[in-house]
């Protein structure tokens, strides 16, 4: 009988629990898991095609020094020695580690405390910047600390469910399962989406608001002022638990109802009806991810939502809420751990003296990071003019993914050390480092993820360690012994790291903090292996229980109440005579980020075989593209050359260019390349939609 083995899907936010099956020829198949409270048994494309993905061709499976086998005693000794010498000549802030939303918590945990209290500086930042930092700096805004407040069951619960900036369908694509079931069942339930384009996940809307890219802000202003001004807001929940009222309003106010048309490109007829569903129905949850996240107002866009939620008290009871939805399978988890460069662990903040003592004082460590360190496109940048010189990448592949993506690239290469910890040998990134050190991949590694809805859930091994890859967390494990801090590095097992994380959430914690699991701090190793999933938080001395927030108050700004944050909406429109074009970048339904495992499989590359970019009719016969040919897309950054799509689907002046392919799957298909390195000013996320291009027929010259 084959063995079967319960674990979870590394692919999106919303964290399936997957049955994996490895019979006795080695094949590898998969199904969903009944008993996960996050899919009940469902999974989608990518999930379903798990099995094909896991061959080791390509693998990188020996550690390398300037592209020869090394021995792991080599390697680890090297990088000890590089990145203290660095730190010793020229300070701790000239080395940094760029991080991944694939890494497991275990191995976060371990980064984080790495760099934070040991290296002593904040120079952490993951690619999770690049999916959901807006939400994050929005929630601290708001609340006081990073909390989504509800969960899953609260999107089937709802009578209005209102998607933002989020192709759900394609995105997060078993919650949709669960919302489209949920309408089945219940017709009334009405479904808003809001997004340029129309996308799979209008097929279910009953409303489809195509706003222009960035007019969210003034959208959900407007909104903000119907709801006042139609009576629809809870004057007692406002005076009880929350501040800064009036001066949202006198924000919102000063918006004319014009105004707002044009900033948001939407008829008057559509906005009031988006209004009078609003105001109208109690039970609200408005779903939003990388559409509302990935702006230059990015983070004001999630309070605008926010905002709308808390003048109602729609917030934290069954049905109701604002929900973030993360995109990668461990987004949350890095949050909860310190894996921003702004943050420190178990969501304490790094710019509190009382935090980091804390913090210094459980880890024992020698030093602390006293300011936060660079953001993503801050750090690459200080990589280019020279003041980061050691550079540790791990699970991710910034020379496609990040913004402004050849000058990235260039700037790594230019980096005098620089170690990338992957799965495989030869990424767009693996090539310009002198250092590689082989990781686990999905069904080889061991340890926790925490989805959108705050559920922690195990991925575990059940396939053999290939060669010399090894964990993550091993790896800076060893660096860290080589550098001196053998004590605090003893992890012998990623079940040690766990309980540490645990102890540290609950430590000196009083209730003070919204994540705290305590109650796991001496798990022990069996204990571990048979983690069930649960949500956060779980204080020493509970048992699990299905949790939301904020419905009674008891937020964690000092006074215990949330903030209405005013906010000016944005003017959307960055094209000029140049650049006359806006193009936003985005998933397609079965490839995953840079296709490095879902391009494995035929079956999901079968589904859209090649890059492509969707553009309206009309605008395909103003610069003279057909069906099909090739598109050549420029910014002051860089270029592709893609096919082209033509579609209604499109709203008129913009393109969407999917973000998976690189060079090496077609001729130029970077599409990262074109994003211009804007960020939005609070969460320091890029802003990888509404970007100024131009477009014209590709003539091979
Ligand atoms: Fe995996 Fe996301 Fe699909 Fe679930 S919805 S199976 S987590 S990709």
Redesign the pocket.
């Known amino acids: 009988m084959a063995a079967e083995t319960k674990t979870?899907?590394?692919?999106?936010?919303?964290?399936?629990g997957?049955i994996a099956r490895v019979d006795d020829d080695g094949k590898v198949s998969v199904k969903?898991d009944p008993d996960h409270p996050?899919?009940f048994g469902?999974?989608?494309?990518?999930?379903?095609a798990l099995g094909e993905t896991v061959d080791l061709d390509g693998r990188l499976l020996y550690p390398e020094i300037a592209g020869e086998r090394a021995s792991w005693d080599e390697a680890l000794d090297l990088m000890a020695k590089r990145f203290g010498e660095t730190i010793a000549e020229h300070g701790p802030d000239a080395v940094a580690f760029y991080v991944s939303g694939q890494l497991l918590t275990e191995d976060y945990y371990v980064a984080n405390k790495l760099m934070k209290g040991f290296i002593g500086s904040g120079n952490i930042d993951t690619n999770s910047r690049l999916c959901m930092s807006s939400s994050v700096a929005g929630h601290r805004r708001a609340f006081g600390a990073d909390t989504v407040p509800g969960t899953y069951e609260d999107i089937e619960l709802a009578d209005l469910v209102i998607l933002t900036g989020s192709n759900l369908a394609w995105c997060?694509?078993?919650?949709y399962q669960r919302l489209a079931a949920a309408k089945a069942a219940r017709p009334a339930m009405k479904i808003v989406v809001i997004d340029p384009r129309r996308t799979m996940t209008c097929d279910i809307a009953d409303l489809h608001l195509a706003i222009r890219p960035d007019g969210d802000v003034a959208l959900f202003l407007g909104l903000f002022e119907h709801l006042i001004t139609s009576n629809a807001i809870d004057q007692n929940y406002i005076a009880e638990h929350t501040n800064g009222f009036a001066e949202t309003f006198a924000a919102a106010s000063s918006l004319s109802f014009n105004r707002m048309l044009e900033l948001t490109g939407l008829p008057a007829m559509q906005l009031r009806e988006f209004y009078r569903l609003f105001a109208q129905t109690d039970k609200v949850v408005t779903c939003y991810s990388q559409g509302v996240n990935q702006s230059s107002s990015g983070t004001d866009k999630v309070n605008a939502i926010i905002n709308c939620h808390l003048a109602t008290g729609r917030i934290g009871r069954p049905g109701m809420g604002p929900f973030s939805l993360t995109g990668q399978?461990n987004a949350m988890g890095g949050r909860e751990v310190g894996g921003l460069a702004n943050m420190l662990a178990a969501h304490m903040a790094i710019e509190s003296a009382e935090d980091r003592d804390r913090v210094q004082r459980f880890w024992q460590s020698p030093r602390i990071a006293v300011r936060p360190g660079l953001k993503a496109v801050d750090m690459f940048r200080a990589v280019a003019d020279g003041r980061i010189k050691a550079l540790w990448i791990m699970a991710t592949n910034p020379v496609v993914s990040m913004p402004d993506a050849d000058a990235v690239e260039a700037a790594i290469k230019a980096c005098p050390f620089v170690v990338v910890s992957d799965v495989l040998r030869e990424t767009d990134t693996t090539r310009h480092a002198h250092v590689l050190l082989p990781s686990l991949g999905w069904g080889e590694k061991d340890g926790t993820v925490t989805?959108s809805e705050r559920r922690i859930s195990r991925q575990r091994q059940f396939l053999a360690t290939p060669d010399e890859a090894r964990p993550d967390w091993w790896q800076m494990a060893e660096v860290g012994r080589r550098m001196g801090f053998s004590q605090a590095f003893s992890f012998q097992a990623n079940a040690e790291i766990f309980a540490e994380h645990a102890s540290l959430s609950g430590f000196e914690n009083e209730g003070s903090r919204d994540f705290d699991i305590g109650a796991y701090e001496a798990i022990a190793l069996e204990e571990y292996d048979a983690l069930q999933p649960f949500q956060w938080p779980q204080p020493a001395g509970t048992s699990p229980k299905l949790t939301r927030f904020f419905a009674a108050g008891g937020f964690y700004h000092l006074d215990r109440k949330a903030r209405f944050v005013a906010i000016e909406p944005p003017a959307s429109d960055r094209t000029d005579s140049r650049f006359p074009l806006t193009l936003n970048t985005g998933r397609v339904r079965d490839h995953?980020h840079t296709m490095t495992r879902t391009g494995k499989s035929a079956r999901l590359s079968g589904h859209i075989a090649e890059p492509f970019a969707e553009i309206h009719p009309r605008d395909a016969i103003e610069i003279g593209i057909a069906e099909a040919s090739l598109i050549e897309i420029e910014s002051p950054h860089g270029r592709v050359i893609v096919r082209a799509l033509v579609t209604e689907r499109q709203a008129r002046g913009s393109l969407f260019v999917p973000m998976h392919w690189n060079d090496s799957f077609a001729a130029k298909a970077r599409i990262d390349a074109v994003v211009a390195p804007v960020t939005d000013p609070v969460s320091g996320q890029p802003a990888s939609k509404n970007v100024a291009v131009r477009a014209h027929r590709f003539q091979a010259s």
């Open positions: 979870t899907c590394p692919y999106c936010g919303v964290g399936c997957v969903g996050s899919n469902r999974l989608c494309s990518k999930g379903s997060h694509p078993v919650i399978p989805n995953w």
